[in-house]
């Protein structure tokens, strides 16, 4: 059983600790835990490794956020992985901050990335786990917001939230999808 799971973000160090890059954030978190390093290859970021038998690649596209979806599906199409095998880790503006929601489907709610993929897929139909970065901005700074760092009251819960996760994403290749709802979204 093969697996692809994409952490979206944007590259460059100007970016690295934004709520926008928190599936950078839990991609890396991934491979540092399971022994794995990145390198960079065709439009990502990539690395692999073994979790209970199935093998999990890890992309961080490089094609910034708003063309997440190309590295996607060339990773997707060159590993043979199928949509129900595959899972998009995004910030999401909708959740409030610490929630974290994984589902089989749903549209891209005004997410350039998400948007991105389902046009690259040609569906909404693929798993993916949704980090609850709240709405805490005045009108007309949502891209200040999302392109921001997290603040120190955020910072207390990253780390556990960034583990949780890696351990969300982990569940997902292991015991599916279904399963993995049932245990951890609340």
């Not at 059983?1 to 590259?11: A, D, S």
Request: proline share 2%; net charge positive.
């Amino acid at each position: 059983m093969k697996y692809l799971i994409v952490g979206l973000g944007n590259i460059g160090p100007e970016y690295a600790n934004t709520r926008h890059n928190i599936g950078f954030m839990v991609a890396d978190h991934l491979a540092k835990e399971n022994g794995a390093s990145f390198t960079m290859d065709r439009l990502a970021y990539v690395t692999d490794f073994k979790h209970k038998g199935r093998s999990i690649t890890v992309i961080k596209p490089t094609t910034f956020m708003n063309l997440s979806g190309k590295a996607l599906k060339y990773w997707a199409n060159q590993l043979k992985i199928k949509a129900e095998n595959i899972l998009v880790i995004v910030d999401d503006l909708a959740l409030p901050y610490t929630t974290l929601r994984m589902k089989g489907k749903g549209g891209a709610a005004g997410h350039n990335g998400l948007k991105d993929i389902e046009a690259q897929l040609q569906s909404s139909a693929y798993p993916r786990l949704r980090f609850g970065i709240g709405d805490n901005y005045s009108k007309g700074k949502q891209v200040d917001f999302v392109l921001g760092e997290f603040s120190e009251d955020e910072k207390i819960d990253l780390d556990t939230l960034i583990e949780k996760s890696a351990e969300m994403s982990l569940s997902f290749c292991s015991i599916g999808l279904a399963r993995t709802m049932n245990q951890y979204n609340k």
